[in-house]
């Protein structure tokens, strides 16, 4: 398949790009297409909504296994599930696109631009906004706030949907053989999927 030529504009011409990280299937296309305009984004590893941790360890190790493919370096952060379930508490009815998954948007998004602000990075964005099973608008508020304390660190806001990156990860997918899981991540996602098969 073509590879997709996309264009668009770094926000302020930032060299510095740390790279939130669902996955290595949602981040393929993207990864790929930056790299195709000059930018070697460090890749930054953080979910710790991901349950059990065994699926955890499998998405991470398939993002880790694509990075390397690259040269590209990844950060894995740590993994605290306990402190995800806290963050939630109370959300764990909430429906997909509800207010569990901004909160959960916003947990991840703040340990982002907190490690960038404490390593020199100048731009963060998630490859979260590929996913048409996520809300943008969720994704993209939980950005600005993670950056609003950090003058230094600015937040990305770009529809990684379109411009063929979506077809592009499909065929990226099958050319490495990743593994493609079938809920968001979190429990409750999952138990969701499970309730309506």
């Keep these: 398949m073509k590879k997709p030529k996309w264009e668009f504009q770094v926000p302020g ?10 996955c290595a299937p949602c981040s393929s296309a993207i990864i790929e297409c930056l790299l195709q305009h000059g930018v070697r984004p460090v890749i930054y590893y953080c979910n710790p909504n991901i349950y059990p941790e065994e699926e955890y360890l499998i998405r991470k190790n398939e993002c880790t296994r694509y990075a390397q493919s690259l040269g590209l ?3 894995d952060a740590d993994y605290d599930h306990a402190a995800w379930l806290q963050a939630v508490r109370g959300l764990e009815d909430e429906p997909e ?10 947990m991840r998004l703040q340990a982002t631009a907190r490690y960038a602000h404490e390593h020199g990075f100048s731009l963060i964005t998630t490859t979260l906004a590929s996913s048409r099973w996520k809300s943008l608008e969720q994704i993209n508020e939980a950005g600005r706030q993670a950056v609003s ?9 770009q529809n990684w949907r379109k411009g063929g990156l979506s077809e592009r990860r499909v065929a990226i997918i099958k050319e490495y053989g990743f593994y493609n899981q079938q809920y968001c991540g979190c429990e409750f996602s999952c138990r969701k999927l499970e309730s309506s098969e």
């Design 97 to 106: 696109r509800g207010g569990r998954c901004l909160q959960c948007f916003r």
């Design 149 to 157: 304390p950090y003058p230094d660190v600015v937040w990305w806001e």
């Design 13 to 22: 011409g930032a060299e510095k790009v740390l790279l939130h990280t669902c």
């Design 73 to 75: 370096d990844i950060v």
